[in-house]
């Protein structure tokens, strides 16, 4: 069992940056892939980054790709998406999830998810 915690959001003017955390409970954070998803008003939920178990491998939509990084510290069971150069229409909940396969994450059918945490990017 792994449960998630986001934090981090809040309102940012456009051109700014954020730091998003994930918080992962379940001493076998490790053995998951974790992913960073976002839900914009009226649109649906889309991928934005996953990171395999040791931080090693990557992958990003194109839609942030170049303006996020993401990383995890294992020791700490925390997962982060650094966000620079955000846009009005990054604005979203952001999600954090955990599966054990990088394709599951990739194609939104993640086992765990956490409650979101919102970013608000003003112009």
């Known amino acids: 069992q792994v449960q998630l915690v986001e934090s981090g959001g809040g309102l940012v003017q456009a051109g700014g940056s954020l730091r998003l955390s994930c918080a992962a409970s379940g001493r076998l954070f490790s053995n998951y892939v974790m992913g960073w998803f976002r839900q914009a008003p009226g649109k649906e939920r889309e991928f934005v980054a996953a990171?395999?178990?040791?931080?090693?491998?990557?992958y990003y939509a194109d839609s942030m790709k170049g303006r996020c990084t993401i990383s995890r510290d294992i020791a700490k069971n925390t997962v982060y998406l650094q966000m620079v150069s955000l846009k009005p229409e990054d604005t979203a909940i952001y999600y954090c999830?955990?599966?054990?396969?990088?394709?599951?994450?990739?194609?939104?059918?993640?086992?765990?998810w956490g409650q979101g945490t919102q970013v608000t990017v003003s112009s």
């Open positions: 999830a955990a599966d054990r396969d990088f394709g599951r994450i990739v194609a939104d059918m993640s086992q765990y």
């Open positions: 990171v395999n178990w040791s931080g090693s491998s990557t």
